[in-house]
């Protein structure tokens, strides 16, 4: 009598999910392979595409993990007392030290994607990216209505910006630095 094959254990697609999302945010949406992405998840691509439909869904939900496990608490920091600059300044710093507090999965998993060479992932990033420019524009809007869209644009020009130089390996204390450089800019704009 043959012994009994083992059965192999049911793929678990949200588990995946979590693994595909610390790939992606560690190495970038376009340096991320299906090759890669397979052997991380431990299955085939038919697999893959059977599972998820293509790498750049997988992405996407990836992106959507990440805005609910790691993004920056944008509701909280914007909800906080205190004159529009210093909320706005503590938003930046709390970006600076959060971009730069894992060793590999630095800068923000979407911002970054908006960066993708594939139009279908930047697509999927830059509507993600959306609430979270428009939850900005609306607090800069609450307080400097006439210079909102420009105080927003600053805002996440340098939001991207920190993002980008920890995705490069800036120290989180530089980045901070940098994070309170930029918040004073923000103290006449409130006048």
């Known amino acids: 009598m043959a012994p009994a094959r083992k059965r192999r254990a049911a793929f678990d697609r949200e588990k995946g999910v979590a693994i595909a999302r610390a790939l992606f945010h560690e190495r970038g949406y376009d340096a991320v392979s299906i090759a890669d992405l397979t052997a991380a998840l431990g299955i085939a691509p038919?697999?893959?595409?059977?599972?998820?439909?293509?790498?750049?869904?997988?992405f996407e939900r990836a992106m959507r993990l990440y805005a609910t496990d790691e993004s920056l608490p944008l509701d909280e920091i914007l909800s906080s007392d205190g004159p529009p600059a210093e909320v706005l300044t503590k938003l930046l710093i709390e970006a600076a030290r959060h971009y730069a507090?894992?060793?590999?999965?630095r800068g923000c998993m979407i911002t970054e994607g908006m960066r993708a060479d594939d139009p279908v992932a930047r697509d999927m990033a830059t509507m993600l990216a959306e609430p979270g420019a428009e939850m900005i524009r609306t607090y800069v809007a609450r307080h400097a209505?006439?210079?909102?869209?420009?105080?927003?644009?600053?805002?996440?020009?340098?939001?991207?910006?920190?993002s980008s130089f920890a995705c490069l390996g800036r120290e989180q204390e530089k980045l901070v630095g940098c994070a309170q450089m930029a918040g004073k800019s923000l103290e006449h704009e409130f006048d």
């Open 46 to 58: 038919p697999s893959l595409y059977a599972a998820y439909g293509s790498k750049a869904e997988l």
């Open 101 to 105: 507090q894992h060793v590999t999965q």
């Open 145 to 162: 209505p006439y210079r909102a869209d420009a105080i927003t644009d600053y805002i996440l020009l340098t939001l991207r910006g920190l």
